[in-house]
């Protein structure tokens, strides 16, 4: 079964990275068929512009509430009426250009969200793909940090933090696959696509953060650490701060997400 569920990731890999070759180092998905067409726009493009556009955050609610671009509108690019929710929006904001974003150069949905709407006959749609923390770092005054608190960039969480709780795909994957081992997935649809990692073990909880919740309670009263999947990293960092309140004492990520790790084994650093 293990070695069934590794080539089909490897498969998957392989086809992306074949599909990817024309893209920048920095934005290795723009040049996967799929989104060759989309129109990519950097942030010095539309800073001055923002006020101007719809601005489409397709994250889940849980990380749009953590931190947000201001007036961006949350539709989760992964349920089921994206479309009609994003037409609801155009229609109460009529001839603005729709502008779509989510956590980085990595995140796919972004991407996943500018196919759907062209599937759907939108195509006066960018993409900004350099995410919310590019946008945090760079023009911080148009944040919205948790509910409407004055935003500042040392409000995210620190690079030491998160390095502390970021494993090689190779020292997460055997620390995981332990028998006792607490594995949630958070991963929206579109990225795991119904592939568990560890035979079923792990729960997929689509960054639901009532779902995840007895997870957290768990790790906290059996002492064992709490594994987290994502796609990229740039999800689980946000899922931080409600593991940090809670006093979560353990609890890790794979650094680079599953990326890295489809990433690790085309190049044989992890065996399957």
Same mark, same amino acid.
């Given at each position: 079964?293990?070695?069934?569920?590794?080539?089909?990731?490897?498969?998957?890999?392989?086809?992306?990275?074949?599909?990817?070759?024309?893209?920048?180092? $920095?934005?290795?998905?723009?040049?996967?068929? /799929?989104?060759? #067409?989309?129109?990519? =726009?950097?942030?010095?493009? %539309? &800073?001055?512009?923002?006020?101007?556009?719809?601005?489409?955050?397709?994250?889940?609610?849980?990380?749009?509430?953590?931190?947000?671009?201001?007036?961006?509108?949350?539709?989760?690019?992964?349920?089921?009426?994206?479309?009609?929710?994003?037409?609801?929006?155009?229609?109460?904001?009529?001839?603005?250009?729709?502008?779509?974003?989510?956590?980085?150069?990595?995140?796919?949905?972004?991407? $996943?969200?500018?196919?759907?709407?062209?599937? /759907?006959?939108? #195509?006066?749609?960018? =993409?900004?793909?350099?995410? %919310? &923390?590019?946008?945090?770092?760079?023009?911080?005054?148009?944040?919205?940090?948790?509910?409407?608190?004055?935003?500042?960039?040392?409000?995210?969480?620190?690079?030491?933090?998160?390095?502390?709780?970021?494993?090689?795909?190779?020292?997460?994957?055997?620390?995981?696959?332990?028998?006792?081992?607490?594995?949630?997935?958070?991963?929206?649809?579109?990225?795991?696509?119904?592939?568990?990692?560890?035979?079923?073990?792990?729960?997929?909880?689509?960054?639901?953060?009532?779902?995840?919740?007895?997870?957290?309670?768990?790790?906290?009263?059996?002492?064992?650490?709490?594994?987290?999947?994502?796609?990229?990293?740039?999800?689980?960092?946000?899922?931080?701060?409600?593991?940090?309140?809670?006093?979560?004492?353990?609890?890790?990520?794979?650094?680079?997400?599953?990326?890295?790790?489809?990433?690790?084994?085309?190049?044989?650093?992890?065996?399957?």
């Amino acid at each position: 079964m293990r070695k069934l569920i590794t080539s089909l990731l490897v498969g998957s890999a392989l086809c992306l990275t074949q599909t990817a070759t024309a893209s920048p180092p $920095e934005f290795p998905h723009r040049g996967i068929h /799929a989104y060759q #067409s989309q129109h990519f =726009v950097k942030l010095d493009e %539309v &800073r001055d512009r923002l006020d101007s556009l719809q601005i489409v955050d397709v994250r889940s609610a849980y990380e749009y509430n953590i931190l947000h671009i201001g007036g961006a509108r949350n539709i989760p690019v992964d349920e089921p009426d994206f479309i009609k929710h994003l037409k609801q929006a155009m229609a109460e904001k009529p001839g603005k250009t729709v502008m779509f974003y989510c956590n980085g150069h990595l995140c796919i949905q972004a991407y $996943e969200a500018a196919r759907l709407a062209s599937e /759907a006959g939108i #195509s006066d749609t960018l =993409v900004f793909d350099g995410g %919310v &923390r590019e946008m945090a770092m760079r023009v911080p005054e148009r944040m919205v940090f948790r509910g409407g608190q004055p935003f500042q960039t040392d409000k995210l969480l620190s690079s030491e933090l998160l390095a502390r709780h970021e494993l090689p795909p190779e020292e997460f994957m055997k620390r995981a696959s332990g028998k006792d081992a607490l594995v949630i997935d958070i991963r929206h649809h579109l990225q795991h696509k119904g592939i568990s990692l560890f035979a079923g073990r792990d729960r997929f909880v689509h960054f639901d953060l009532d779902a995840i919740k007895p997870y957290m309670e768990q790790a906290k009263s059996s002492g064992r650490p709490l594994y987290i999947v994502d796609d990229s990293g740039g999800q689980a960092v946000w899922l931080y701060y409600a593991l940090e309140e809670a006093g979560v004492p353990e609890y890790y990520t794979i650094k680079g997400g599953t990326q890295a790790y489809f990433s690790a084994l085309l190049r044989g650093v992890i065996r399957s």
